[in-house]
């Protein structure tokens, strides 16, 4: 076959052009990121194709092969001969191999000489249909997926250690463990809550030092003192139950509530005897990254893991948090994001629980304290300026008392936009048809000041108007930030259909509020609403989580299998923990 390739070669027009040279087996004949000089036809021997990622220490060997016959980054010089560009891989020789060289000054003369020209393509198209024209860089970025990444692996085996060091610790020490480490974030609250405005560009100092204290002391005094694993329980109709410790957990964190949220799933971890791996949304690293060690200088004092929580040093990088969610010894999943993160998430392999969007309808009824609730509504959509996703986002108010409720909320500090301004913020602030990112996490008197919306009082909180009918309008999406829509009803059961039909467009499976007295009123609402927590007279930042009512205190909101979750509780550190259960014969 050789002897075939070089005769025609050399005996036709395309001579002039050809370069020959020889590579023994392990040579380079290119280097992935050498900028695009030429293309080879091999005469003789195999190359195979090698791709690696610098940034995160891999590489991996293509499935990707070119024999004799085949023009070996024919692809670049055809696609990039106007531009200097780069190779996309190394090719390496698999044994001893000697090819022809084009020059892409050469190939350049080539275009111009028609014998030679009609030559190469009738060889490149024989190239073609040995399936070596496809997309070199999508053959080589999907070489990497299953490639392993150095420091993922080193992460999660210390991991494994530290998690297996720690289930020979007593209860007391576990819960002396929680208990520091809770107060010694509290008392860098000031200064994390500062980092994390500065760093995300959201929300509130002096409210995240409030989520920061209720996230550290009062999550903590839920766990301290309460059944962990390896004890056995007390017969109960014959069964007795032993709780053991999943193992590795690798836990995503949002930007909403970076440092209370890694605090909250490590202290669900440690009580647990799980160890944590924890990835910070890429506007909450460093702060992750500083609560993170803040956590183990706690750990380290005691004598304690320091690998009982880890947070990549690595880039943000879907690639690496793949990696994580897929590595074989990381156990379960706690992801907290946005969709596309739990989706991910779940489709791992690797078990999980994972919460998403909410949304939550606010009806106001005409039987409920309509100035309390007025009162609710702003103080909690206004807090930290609106990220808590279980906050309030679409008020339905019945209509015998929308213009009372609308007094109300005014005196508070909403500003009920007129229909000028309304469509100002559309153009504005919703330009893509949801609340521009942006405006994510600022608050209501910064939005409004841009727009030029102007009241003789602080605003605190924006209301835009929306018709009952309108079901596409992009206010009725969920809105990271202090904007609520209202909508106003005649009858319970369009107040009822309103709600429904919000949620099926965005929110499934989170939180709906109701403001009313009426309790057969309360559980219609309750029956009608597809999620998984209804909060009575209540405010939606506070009640979502636990923080005012009776549902478990919890930085993770199951949305159930409607908002795509496997569950739908306010996850606490009983969720990372396996059951097991002694049966006896009745």
């Given at each position: 076959m050789s002897n075939i390739i070089t005769s025609n070669l050399n005996t036709s027009e395309f001579a002039q052009y050809l370069e020959e040279k020889k590579y023994p087996a392990g040579k380079n004949l290119f280097n992935q990121s050498d900028i695009i000089d030429g293309c080879h036809i091999i005469v003789k021997g195999t190359v195979h194709g090698v791709v690696r990622d610098d940034e995160l220490g891999r590489q991996a060997k293509m499935n990707l092969n070119f024999h004799e016959g085949d023009v070996l980054g024919m692809t670049d010089l055809l696609v990039n001969s106007d531009g200097i560009t780069t190779r996309n891989f190394s090719a390496v020789a698999t044994c001893e191999v000697t090819s022809f060289f084009i020059s892409k000054q050469a190939f350049q003369q080539v275009q111009q000489d028609q014998k030679a020209s009609a030559f190469f393509f009738k060889l490149a198209l024989k190239s073609a249909s040995n399936s070596t024209f496809n997309s070199h860089k999508s053959i080589a970025e999907d070489s990497l997926l299953d490639s392993a990444i150095p420091e993922v692996d080193f992460m999660v085996a210390n991991s494994v250690l530290a998690q297996q060091k720690i289930q020979s610790f007593s209860e007391s020490f576990i819960d002396e463990l929680i208990n520091h480490v809770a107060l010694e974030i509290n008392q860098h609250a000031d200064e994390l809550a500062e980092q994390t405005v500065l760093e995300s560009n959201m929300g509130v100092k002096a409210h995240k030092v409030l989520k920061i204290g209720l996230g550290s002391i009062e999550i903590a005094k839920t766990l301290v003192g309460k059944t962990g694993v390896g004890s056995m329980s007390e017969p109960d109709k014959g069964v007795r139950t032993i709780y053991t410790p999943m193992g590795v957990v690798f836990g995503m964190i949002p930007i909403t509530n970076p440092v209370e949220t890694i605090l909250f799933k490590f202290l669900s971890a440690l009580k647990s005897r799980n160890a944590i791996i924890v990835s910070s949304h890429r506007k909450g690293r460093d702060v992750g990254l500083k609560t993170v060690s803040i956590i183990q200088s706690v750990l380290k004092k005691h004598g304690a893991p320091v690998n009982l929580i880890q947070a990549p040093q690595l880039p943000a990088n879907r690639a690496v948090t793949n990696a994580f969610m897929s590595h074989i010894d990381v156990n379960f999943i706690l992801a907290t994001g946005g969709p596309s993160m739990v989706k991910s998430a779940y489709q791992s392999g690797t078990p999980a629980i994972g919460v998403g969007k909410g949304n939550a309808p606010v009806w106001i009824c005409q039987d409920s304290d309509l100035k309390q609730a007025a009162q609710d509504v702003i103080n909690s959509k206004s807090f930290d300026n609106g990220i808590v996703c279980g906050s309030e986002n679409n008020l339905i108010v019945d209509s015998a008392v929308k213009d009372e409720f609308v007094e109300h909320a005014q005196s508070f500090g909403a500003a009920v936009l007129s229909d000028e301004e309304l469509q100002i913020l559309i153009d504005q602030a919703f330009s893509s048809g949801r609340l521009d990112a942006h405006w994510v996490g600022r608050s209501a008197a910064d939005i409004c000041e841009h727009l030029n919306i102007r009241r003789d009082y602080e605003i605190k909180l924006i209301i835009a108007k929306v018709d009952s009918g309108q079901l596409d309008s992009p206010f009725l999406k969920e809105k990271l930030a202090p904007v609520l829509s209202l909508s106003v009803v005649d009858s319970d059961q369009q107040a009822l259909n309103l709600a429904k039909q919000i949620l099926q467009g965005e929110g499934s499976g989170h939180t709906a509020i109701i403001h009313s007295q009426d309790d057969q009123l309360i559980k219609r609402y309750g029956q009608a609403v597809d999620v998984s927590r209804i909060l009575v007279n209540t405010p939606g930042t506070q009640g979502c989580i636990g923080?005012?009512?009776?549902?478990?205190?919890?930085?993770?909101?199951?949305?159930?299998?409607?908002?795509?979750?496997?569950?739908?509780?306010?996850?606490?550190?009983?969720?990372?923990?396996?059951?097991?259960?002694i049966a006896y014969s009745l």
């Amino acid at each position: 076959m050789s002897n075939i390739i070089t005769s025609n070669l050399n005996t036709s027009e395309f001579a002039q052009y050809l370069e020959e040279k020889k590579y023994p087996a392990g040579k380079n004949l290119f280097n992935q990121s050498d900028i695009i000089d030429g293309c080879h036809i091999i005469v003789k021997g195999t190359v195979h194709g090698v791709v690696r990622d610098d940034e995160l220490g891999r590489q991996a060997k293509m499935n990707l092969n070119f024999h004799e016959g085949d023009v070996l980054g024919m692809t670049d010089l055809l696609v990039n001969s106007d531009g200097i560009t780069t190779r996309n891989f190394s090719a390496v020789a698999t044994c001893e191999v000697t090819s022809f060289f084009i020059s892409k000054q050469a190939f350049q003369q080539v275009q111009q000489d028609q014998k030679a020209s009609a030559f190469f393509f009738k060889l490149a198209l024989k190239s073609a249909s040995n399936s070596t024209f496809n997309s070199h860089k999508s053959i080589a970025e999907d070489s990497l997926l299953d490639s392993a990444i150095p420091e993922v692996d080193f992460m999660v085996a210390n991991s494994v250690l530290a998690q297996q060091k720690i289930q020979s610790f007593s209860e007391s020490f576990i819960d002396e463990l929680i208990n520091h480490v809770a107060l010694e974030i509290n008392q860098h609250a000031d200064e994390l809550a500062e980092q994390t405005v500065l760093e995300s560009n959201m929300g509130v100092k002096a409210h995240k030092v409030l989520k920061i204290g209720l996230g550290s002391i009062e999550i903590a005094k839920t766990l301290v003192g309460k059944t962990g694993v390896g004890s056995m329980s007390e017969p109960d109709k014959g069964v007795r139950t032993i709780y053991t410790p999943m193992g590795v957990v690798f836990g995503m964190i949002p930007i909403t509530n970076p440092v209370e949220t890694i605090l909250f799933k490590f202290l669900s971890a440690l009580k647990s005897r799980n160890a944590i791996i924890v990835s910070s949304h890429r506007k909450g690293r460093d702060v992750g990254l500083k609560t993170v060690s803040i956590i183990q200088s706690v750990l380290k004092k005691h004598g304690a893991p320091v690998n009982l929580i880890q947070a990549p040093q690595l880039p943000a990088n879907r690639a690496v948090t793949n990696a994580f969610m897929s590595h074989i010894d990381v156990n379960f999943i706690l992801a907290t994001g946005g969709p596309s993160m739990v989706k991910s998430a779940y489709q791992s392999g690797t078990p999980a629980i994972g919460v998403g969007k909410g949304n939550a309808p606010v009806w106001i009824c005409q039987d409920s304290d309509l100035k309390q609730a007025a009162q609710d509504v702003i103080n909690s959509k206004s807090f930290d300026n609106g990220i808590v996703c279980g906050s309030e986002n679409n008020l339905i108010v019945d209509s015998a008392v929308k213009d009372e409720f609308v007094e109300h909320a005014q005196s508070f500090g909403a500003a009920v936009l007129s229909d000028e301004e309304l469509q100002i913020l559309i153009d504005q602030a919703f330009s893509s048809g949801r609340l521009d990112a942006h405006w994510v996490g600022r608050s209501a008197a910064d939005i409004c000041e841009h727009l030029n919306i102007r009241r003789d009082y602080e605003i605190k909180l924006i209301i835009a108007k929306v018709d009952s009918g309108q079901l596409d309008s992009p206010f009725l999406k969920e809105k990271l930030a202090p904007v609520l829509s209202l909508s106003v009803v005649d009858s319970d059961q369009q107040a009822l259909n309103l709600a429904k039909q919000i949620l099926q467009g965005e929110g499934s499976g989170h939180t709906a509020i109701i403001h009313s007295q009426d309790d057969q009123l309360i559980k219609r609402y309750g029956q009608a609403v597809d999620v998984s927590r209804i909060l009575v007279n209540t405010p939606g930042t506070q009640g979502c989580i636990g923080a005012a009512n009776g549902l478990q205190l919890s930085w993770t909101l199951g949305c159930g299998t409607q908002g795509g979750g496997s569950t739908s509780d306010n996850v606490t550190y009983k969720h990372l923990m396996n059951t097991k259960r002694i049966a006896y014969s009745l």
